[in-house]
């Protein structure tokens, strides 16, 4: 079982490039997430979806765009890379439910490591 | 302004001693509260929780205490191992809210020497 799968895991970026973040589950979990983590800090959430041609915009949503076409993938994209979006991006899903309560926690994959420069 | 705070940005231990991460909250309507734990190069990965009906969980050697009054919790591990040396995120959420729109911590990073 792979869990949550992430590509690339390392990218440079130069200022104004764009870039897909692809990431699938093979859980079969409804909900998926994008989320940044900058140095140093705790996680924000960039986009959620809640499943198949349903998206949301979280915490800190400004440069970014997200697709929900299937519920195994959610690519996270970004227009124009600007050097405050160099961070670790984490892409993560639950359980259908979606509810953070007991036993049904958000699995997350192992990162992609985005420079902008 | 940080709704979620873990103020000890590192804990240094000695291997079979306790081990105890702190982490303070200021939104009351939080309701469940997570501590994830996380590897270099590794995606977070889920440790233990606690509803806010509880004040106390425990799984093996990890046991987290809430206190509501305080807007306090805590992460005790008893006893600590050097595979237990990581980053822990505290994260709080609430139940009715945005789909897993988990507030997190800056994150405590444990090394635990042998």
């Known amino acids: 079982n792979a869990g949550v799968t992430q590509t690339p895991k390392f990218r440079i970026l130069k200022i104004g490039q764009s870039m897909t973040l692809q990431c699938a589950q093979d859980?079969?979990?409804?909900?998926m997430y994008w989320y940044r983590q900058d140095p140093g800090m705790g996680l924000k959430l960039i986009y959620y979806?809640?499943?198949?041609?349903?998206?949301d915009k979280g915490e800190v949503p400004n440069g970014y765009n997200v697709s929900r076409s299937t519920t195994e993938d959610f690519p996270l994209r970004l227009e124009l890379a600007a050097p405050s979006q160099t961070s670790v991006y984490f892409c993560?899903?639950?359980?259908?439910?979606?509810?953070?309560?007991?036993?049904?926690?958000?699995?997350f994959g192992e990162g992609s490591w985005l420079t902008v420069v | 302004d940080q709704q979620v705070k873990q103020n000890s940005p590192s804990l240094s231990v000695q291997e079979g001693r306790i081990s105890i991460l702190n982490c303070d909250y200021t939104n009351s309507m939080f309701d469940y509260f997570l501590w994830y734990k996380k590897y270099p190069a590794e995606g977070p990965t889920f440790l233990i929780s606690?509803?806010?009906?509880?004040d106390k969980n425990e799984d093996g050697r990890f046991t987290v205490f809430l206190n509501k009054s305080a807007k306090h919790l805590s992460l005790h591990i008893v006893p600590s191992q050097p595979g237990d040396s990581a980053v822990y995120f505290c994260?709080?959420?609430?139940?009715?809210?945005?789909?897993?729109?988990?507030?997190f911590g800056k994150g405590t990073k444990l090394s635990v020497k042998p």
């Open positions: 859980m079969n979990h409804n909900y």
């Open positions: 606690i509803s806010s009906i509880k």
């Open positions: 979806s809640v499943g198949a041609g349903i998206t």
């Open positions: 993560a899903s639950s359980y259908p439910q979606g509810h953070i309560s007991s036993g049904n926690t958000i699995y």
């Open positions: 994260a709080a959420s609430v139940e009715g809210g945005s789909q897993g729109n988990l507030i």
